[in-house]
């Protein structure tokens, strides 16, 4: 298969490439990296991405910002990173990948725990990963030409307690190896409208 990665250099995106890099052909798409650049904030960028690529079989995002910060301190503009950034990021990255994906491809996107575990800080988190796993419920039912869709929800990585730590006391961490195993399940399998929860 032809897949694009985009977020492919980051912690997630580089065992995903590396899960997958034997049986197929990897493109990796990232912000300042990678074979291709691309900002999922930018609707043309996208477009320029996938007009780059060419025709694709499966789209795996492992990118999104969000904002952390105490709820009673959060502002109107902390809340639209992850809406602009993950969210609605990687809801374009489907939409308008939608031409570009050949019959019987697969979208994979990334949400997080944070939907239906939250955390201190983490309420943006908790909102943006939620309406992730519901737009692939929604749009796995709609999917034309036998495309599915799923989307990967993990907990905290191991690699990530650096820098996530302090926030995630109590949790238990996975690696990225074990994570990336539900990208492959995703493109490799035949299943549509999961929510893969890595915990
Ligand atoms: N790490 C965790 O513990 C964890 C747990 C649960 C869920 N998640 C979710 O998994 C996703 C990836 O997390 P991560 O820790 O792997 O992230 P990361 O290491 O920070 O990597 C982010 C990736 O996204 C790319 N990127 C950044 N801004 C971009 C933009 N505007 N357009 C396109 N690509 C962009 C980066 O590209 P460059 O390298 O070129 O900058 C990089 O490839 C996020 O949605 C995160 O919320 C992470």
Redesign the pocket.
């Known amino acids: 298969m032809k897949i694009i990665i985009?977020?492919?250099?980051?912690?997630?995106?580089?065992a995903v490439v590396k899960e997958l890099s034997h049986r197929h052909q990897v493109i990796?798409?990232?912000?300042?990296?990678?074979d291709i650049?691309?900002?999922?904030?930018?609707t043309q960028?996208i477009e320029k991405m996938y007009q780059t690529a060419g025709k694709v079989d499966a789209v795996i995002?492992?990118?999104?910002?969000?904002h952390f910060g105490k709820f009673t301190e959060m502002k109107p503009k902390d809340y639209e990173i992850g809406l602009q950034?993950?969210l609605m990021?990687?809801v374009n990255l489907v939409l308008i990948g939608l031409p570009h994906i050949n019959d019987a491809g697969s979208f994979t996107v990334?949400?997080?725990?944070?939907s239906h575990d939250p955390i201190r800080f983490g309420v943006s988190?908790s909102m943006v990963?939620a309406a992730i796993d519901g737009f692939v419920k929604g749009a796995a039912i709609e999917m034309p030409r036998g495309i599915r869709i799923n989307s990967?929800?993990?907990?905290?990585?191991t690699?990530?307690?650096p820098?996530?730590g302090d926030y995630?006391h109590g949790f238990k961490?996975v690696s990225?190896a074990d994570?990336a195993l539900a990208y492959s399940k995703s493109v490799e399998g035949l299943q549509s409208g999961q929510i893969y929860n890595v915990n």
């Not at 990967?152 to 990585?157: E, M, Y």
């Open positions: 985009v977020g492919g250099t980051g912690t997630i995106g580089k990796i798409a990232a912000h300042q990296h990678g650049r691309v900002d999922i904030t930018d960028s995002s492992t990118t999104g910002k969000i950034s993950k990021g990687q990334t949400s997080g725990i944070l988190g990963n990967v929800s993990p907990t905290v990585l690699e990530s307690m820098q996530y995630f961490s990225a994570v």
